[in-house]
Antibody, heavy 122, light 110 residues
Framework: EVQLVESGGGLVQPGGSLRLSCAAS????????MHWVRQAPGKGLVWVSR????????DYADSVKGRFTISRDNAKNSLSLQMNSLRAEDTAEYYC???????????????WGQGTLVTVSS | QSVLAQPPSASGTPGQRVTISCSGS????????VYWYQQLPGTAPKLLIY???QRASGVPDRFSGSKSGTSASLAISGLRSEDEADYYC???????????FGGGTKLTVL
């Protein structure tokens, strides 16, 4: 079973940058679509971005397109999210998620990390 | 504003059956799989239902999913106190080229 651990969250000023990381355990990382999903305090879940197993297909939500960049390193079992030009509305818990044995196809979140909090404030 | 519409709240008493709806459109639910997630207070979400009506590993058979046209539903039978959580539906949207979530339904067990 895949275990996911996020890191890199913290307090950043509007307009600033932050890089989130997600470390994955297990041998299946390189075969899974990977995602970032966020949740503003007291609000619902919002999909942010996804990347296919070999990194050749990437999609973003309109709200982050042009500001965020997702990437992966299959040799290191790691996923990253580079966030630039951050805004107050980007404040949220950011979850790393992957496919799972139960679900595949790029649209399913079979495994989740515990989340890392990003706060954008002056 | 969520593209998938869910009721903000639902409730039931122990042992009851409750249903949570998820309404979409021809660019998402009608043509793509629907997934359901449970988020217990203070924890990360967990996959409940995939591919419209398949239970994820370890999910009790009290949980079931269905889909018809542009709407989907999650049913929970034999309601238990530990089912009190937020529930979210999701699907791929071809028009938006992205994954969309419903706004979430907070289930209260009275």
């Amino acid at each position: 079973e895949v275990q996911l651990v996020e890191s890199g969250g913290g307090l950043v000023q509007p307009g600033g940058s932050l890089r989130l990381s997600c470390a994955a355990s297990g041998s299946t990382f390189s075969t899974y679509w990977m995602h970032w999903v966020r949740q503003a305090p007291g609000k619902g879940l919002v999909w942010v971005s996804r990347i296919n197993p070999d990194g050749s297909r990437i999609d973003y939500a309109d709200s982050v397109k042009g500001r965020f960049t997702i990437s992966r390193d299959n040799a290191k079992n790691s996923l990253s999210l580079q966030m630039n030009s951050l805004r107050a509305e980007d404040t949220a818990e950011y979850y790393c998620a992957s496919e799972g044995a139960s679900c595949s196809g790029g649209s399913c979140f079979g495994h989740w990390g515990q989340g890392t909090l990003v706060t954008v404030s002056s | 504003q969520s593209v998938l519409a869910q009721p903000p709240s639902a409730s039931g008493t122990p042992g009851q059956r409750v249903t949570i709806s998820c309404s979409g459109s021809s660019s998402n639910i009608r043509v793509n799989y629907v997934y359901w997630y449970q988020q217990l207070p203070g924890t990360a979400p967990k996959l409940l239902i995939y591919s419209d009506n398949q239970r994820a590993s370890g999910v009790p058979d009290r949980f079931s999913g269905s889909k018809s046209g542009t709407s989907a539903s999650l049913a929970i039978s034999g309601l238990r106190s530990e089912d009190e959580a937020d529930y979210y539906c999701t699907a791929w949207d071809g028009s938006l080229s992205g994954i969309i979530f419903g706004g979430g339904t907070k289930l209260t067990v009275l």
